[in-house]
């Protein structure tokens, strides 16, 4: 079984819905991470989490919110979605011990219609 | 504030011949650089990374890369491309310390032709 899963992995909504995108983890990692990526751009953080009480705004945190359920669940909803946010989106996890390493899940393809 | 530079979005390689993808990254501090791969449909899988150890870091798959302080460069080779080494590569940067807050390059797409 993966050790980061994401659900769902496909979809398809409307202008100005709220969709909720999750994120589960089984490494028993402290640290989450949700990224958007974007032809072109590369991977841009979007929320982390470095425990259940901490939650923290990445680089474009605007249009979206976070919720972390429990230390191995970690949710991004976009509030009212807009085309712009159409993208791929990954979660990631990390253990807090200074080797940076972040391991992703499979990803959630978006389309904002 | 860190950033890193991938040159080539699209790299193109014969199998059998070297691959050479290239990053230089920006940082106040001696950083931690990591190389990650992207098959189609999937996930990001790390390849390598360096931590301040050794200069030289080998790799999953025949990968390695190369850290150069002087040149500010991380960049990833191997001696002979596969078919299935086609992929999307992204280095990416941290600040040791800083909460494990990666940045990443745009990447590079490599092809492998026959």
């Known amino acids: 079984d993966a050790d980061v899963t994401q659900t769902p992995r496909n979809r398809i909504t409307k202008t100005g819905k709220r969709i909720m995108l999750e994120c589960s983890q089984t490494?028993?990692?402290?640290?989450m991470y949700w990224y958007r990526q974007d032809p072109g751009l590369g991977l841009r953080l979007i929320y982390y989490?470095?425990?259940?009480?901490?939650?923290n705004k990445g680089e474009i945190s605007d249009g979206y919110s976070v919720s972390r359920q429990a230390q191995a669940k970690f949710s991004l909803s976009l509030e009212s979605a807009i085309p712009n946010q159409t993208a791929l989106y990954f979660c990631?996890?990390?253990?807090?011990?200074?080797?940076?390493?972040?391991?992703f899940g499979p990803g959630t393809r978006l389309l904002v219609l | 504030a860190q950033s890193v530079t991938q040159l080539g979005s699209h790299v193109s390689v014969s199998e059998g011949a070297l691959v050479l993808l290239r990053c230089n990254y920006s940082?106040?501090?001696?950083?931690?650089l990591f190389w990650y791969v992207q098959y189609p449909n999937q996930g990001l899988q790390l390849l390598l990374k360096y931590t301040s150890a050794a200069t030289l870091v080998k790799g999953i798959n025949g990968f390695e890369a190369e850290f150069k302080k002087s040149e500010t460069s991380f960049h990833l080779t191997k001696p002979s491309a596969h078919m299935s080494d086609a992929a999307e590569y992204f280095c990416a940067v941290s600040d040791p310390g800083g909460g494990n807050k990666l940045t990443f390059g745009t990447g590079t797409q490599l092809k492998v032709e026959l």
């Open positions: 490494k028993g990692h402290d640290r």
């Open positions: 990631a996890t990390s253990e807090a011990d200074g080797q940076e390493t972040q391991y």
């Open positions: 940082s106040s501090v001696p950083p931690y």
């Open positions: 989490s470095f425990d259940v009480k901490d939650i």
